[in-house]
């Protein structure tokens, strides 16, 4: 599952150390920052790109670099990834764009892509995603997703709320 995965509009590329600078840079913007809980610095981007990449091999999927099939640019990362919630392991599917990026349904395809992984090529049975409260734009992509809200919970010391999916629930 490391050869690219090609949608509509984008180019998703299984994570690897090359694409650190991007990630670095979409992680240092404030506007990203005020989405996750704060800016990250270009150590942190490098240590968690690596991190990401591992997981491939790990794992057999992961986080995908995402970049548009129109103009080649850097759309944002995202995709699927185990991770621990509350104490359990859970498969999440997440993203995060750059501002120039957002509002152009760029995560809703990425999300897409990362459900149809996890549901339908791996069977898994259950899928969540996981925002800060206030974070109304990655909310609604859950909703898109026919992702349905499961529960608050603190994460990382910080309040989420807690979205869910199960196999043969993701739309089409």
Avoid at 2 to 13: D, F, K, S, V
Avoid at 134 to 163: F, I, K, Q, W
């Amino acid at each position: 599952m490391t050869e690219p995965t090609l949608t509509a509009r984008l180019r998703l590329e299984p994570l690897t150390a090359e694409h650190a600078g991007d990630i670095a840079a979409m992680l240092a913007d404030p506007r990203v920052g005020a989405t996750m809980g704060g800016v990250r610095d270009r150590a942190y981007a490098e240590e968690r790109t690596f991190a990401w990449a591992h997981r491939w091999t790990e794992d057999g999927f992961g986080l995908w670099a995402a970049y548009s099939r129109g103009d080649g640019g850097f759309v944002g990362r995202g995709g699927i990834q185990h991770t621990t919630l509350e104490g359990k392991d859970v498969v999440e599917v997440g993203w995060c764009l750059p501002p120039q990026r957002w509002g152009h349904g760029f995560a809703t395809e990425i999300g897409r892509a990362g459900l149809d992984l996890g549901l339908r090529r791996l069977g898994l049975s259950e899928i969540v995603s996981f925002t800060l409260p206030h974070n109304a734009p990655s909310r609604a992509v859950m909703h898109r997703l026919g992702m349905t809200y499961d529960r608050d919970c603190v994460h990382a010391e910080l309040p989420h709320v807690v979205y869910t999916t199960r196999g043969g629930s993701a739309p089409h």
